[in-house]
T-cell receptor, first 114, second 113 residues
Framework: GAGVSQSPSNKVTEKGKDVELRCDPISGHTALYWYRQSLGQGLEFLIYFQGNSAPDKSGLPSDRFSAERTGGSVSTLTIQRTQQEDSAVYLC????????????FGPGTRLTVT | DQQVKQNSPSLSVQEGRISILNCDYTNSMFDYFLWYKKYPAEGPTFLISISSIKDKNEDGRFTVFLNKSAKHLSLHIVPSQPGDSAVYFCAASYMQYGNKLVFGAGTILRVKS
């Protein structure tokens, strides 16, 4: 079956512009996660959606970052007024939910802020 | 504060030999540990995991060892193959953390043929 997909694969934007990154999780997966990987770093948790519960936003680095998940499926991560330090690979993952820790990752969106 | 540390940025191993990737953690709440493998331009893929109630889990050529007293885990790949060349991430979580994963910075493994 189809895995997690993300779009765009690459995004170059000017400092101060807003960007939207999209994630299509695996069908039926109730949990969805956003992470980012800066150069030479591990993956950093950003936000987590589980079913209809309020999202866990504890990893969002600033109020310029927001995310939503419509209809329990597709998710959009929005970064407003982008800064150069926002440059990273943004990775989305989904999982069946419940007690499973195993997450299935998409290929990521490489964001470059110039 | 890095809760999960992979202190070796890279490792080079001859094909057929054993690869040992190490990971240390500081948070004693962690009760589940995973290894992910990542190729360039792809997302990480799940490799193997271990619960804190075990000290070893084996899956084919891959074995993960957990030493809770030392807060240390390792991934053994035997025998190593050129296709194993990738970045390996150690990750950890615990139930009260909501299944979020805390990742190490990764170790680049190169298997030479």
């Amino acid at each position: 079956g189809a895995g997690v997909s993300q779009s765009p694969s690459n995004k170059v934007t000017e400092k101060g512009k807003d960007v939207e990154l999209r994630c299509d999780p695996i069908s039926g997966h109730t949990a969805l996660y956003w992470y980012r990987q800066s150069l030479g770093q591990g993956l950093e948790f950003l936000i987590y959606f589980q079913g209809n519960s309020a999202p866990d936003k504890s990893g969002l680095p600033s109020d310029r970052f927001s995310a939503e998940r419509t209809g329990g499926s597709v998710s959009t991560l929005t970064i407003q007024r982008t800064q150069q330090e926002d440059s990273a690979v943004y990775l989305c993952a989904s999982s069946p939910g419940g007690p499973s820790y195993e997450q299935y990752f998409g290929p990521g969106t490489r964001l470059t802020v110039t | 504060d890095q809760q999960v540390k992979q202190n070796s940025p890279s490792l080079s191993v001859q094909e057929g030999r054993i690869s040992i990737l190490n990971c240390d953690y500081t948070n004693s709440m962690f009760d589940y540990f995973l290894w992910y493998k990542k190729y360039p331009a792809e997302g990480p893929t799940f490799l193997i995991s271990i619960s804190s109630i075990k000290d070893k889990n084996e899956d084919g050529r891959f074995t993960v060892f957990l030493n809770k007293s030392a807060k240390h885990l390792s991934l053994h790949i035997v025998p190593s193959q050129p296709g194993d060349s990738a970045v390996y991430f150690c990750a950890a979580s615990y139930m009260q953390y909501g299944n979020k994963l805390v990742f190490g910075a990764g170790t680049i493994l190169r298997v030479k043929s």
